[in-house]
């Protein structure tokens, strides 16, 4: 696998060892590879994770071999990673890693991180998010130019509600919209803010958009994933690496690019020469921070004019308050 070789990282110099182990067969590349890769866009990638519990997807023999998620940073880490205690809807707690340089995103490509899967926190501010994110997911007989056509609705919505959104591809079929907001709402409020923005979505596109989360009432439709704005959900990074065969990357987008983005073009080849070129087209980010305000109340609107309270949660969340039955509509048995 080639000797350990030592990369300097942000204002640490990490050890990377195995450096030819291949992780992609079909293209070659390796974990060296994928190191040099995040260096090309350590920016962009510490941007979009900085200060975050971050879960780190692992792949330590490539993506044709086993894989896991790891939310509990390993004992042995370097004193200088920042960790923070995070609680999960279990009860149960554990330190998570916040990258708040490169060098911290290196080290964990060393332990086989490809996809990095970071909180809507920062570590001082754990229970109050400062990103909606919003999730537009192609289902069964949909594509990636359905979830576009959605994400240009959704881009005159947020207009409309004084929002801005930052697009990038998921690295897959869907797109991802993040709106970066105050850190004054709990997951609660902004899970309900997710939920409003769908609704408001399948009104505009009837037959194209879903809120349904039970996969047998979806149809073909983009389905908008509220429940990746619960707690311990995340959506995997900007800049991550994806484990498909060519290697594509989540790859942020500025709204101009969005009807003809083709999301096989952002891959760990291309996408540090788009760096170089633009930088990080999603900086900027850094500098807003938007209020819920006018979703929650149009939310409250919803709720008060047309009955339209709460959907399910993921089935390992506790039952929550006014949540509707968790039961799959072609089992669930009437209502006595």
């Not at 974990?31 to 997807?57: I, M, Q, S, W």
């Not at 964990?108 to 501010?125: D, E, I, K, M």
């Not at 609107?301 to 968790?326: F, I, N, Q, S, T």
Request: charged share 30%.
């Amino acid at each position: 696998m080639g000797e350990a070789v030592e990369l300097r990282a942000g204002e640490h110099t990490v050890r990377l060892s195995n450096p030819d182990k291949v992780y992609f067969p079909e293209s070659g590349y390796t974990k060296l590879d994928v190191a040099r890769y995040f260096l090309a866009v350590a920016p962009g990638v510490t941007r979009a994770l900085y200060d975050r519990p971050t879960t780190l997807e692992r792949f330590p023999d490539g993506i044709t071999g086993e894989s896991f998620f790891q939310k509990r940073a390993p004992r042995n880490h370097p004193d200088w990673l920042r960790t923070a205690t995070i609680s999960f809807p279990s009860g149960r707690h554990a330190d998570e890693l916040c990258p708040t340089g490169v060098e911290a995103v290196i080290w964990a490509v060393n332990l086989g991180c490809l996809t990095f899967h970071p909180w809507p926190v920062r570590s001082g501010r754990l229970d109050h998010p400062d990103e909606l994110r919003i999730d537009l997911d192609p289902q069964p007989g949909t594509g990636f130019a359905q979830a576009v056509r959605v994400a240009g609705e959704l881009h005159g919505l947020l207009d409309e509600l004084g929002l801005r959104g930052w697009p990038k591809t998921s690295g897959g079929r869907g797109l991802h919209v993040f709106v970066p907001i105050e850190p004054r709402w709990t997951f609660t409020e902004v899970r309900r803010a997710a939920i409003t923005l769908g609704r408001e979505l399948e009104r505009r596109m009837p037959g194209e958009v879903t809120t349904a989360w039970w996969k047998e009432e979806r149809g073909e439709r983009i389905f908008v994933d509220y429940n990746q704005t619960a707690r311990d959900r995340t959506i995997a990074s900007a800049y991550s690496v994806r484990p498909r065969p060519h290697a594509p990357v989540s790859a942020p987008l500025r709204w101009p690019e969005v009807a003809d983005a083709d999301p096989a073009d952002f891959d760990l080849a291309t996408m540090p020469g788009r760096f170089a070129e633009l930088g990080d087209v999603h900086a900027d980010m850094a500098d807003h921070a938007y209020a819920l305000d006018g979703l929650l109340e149009k939310a409250d609107r919803d709720e008060r004019d047309h009955g339209l309270g709460d959907l399910p949660y993921p089935p390992d969340h506790p039952k929550m308050p006014g949540e509707p039955r968790r039961v799959q509509p072609s089992r669930a048995r009437p209502a006595e």
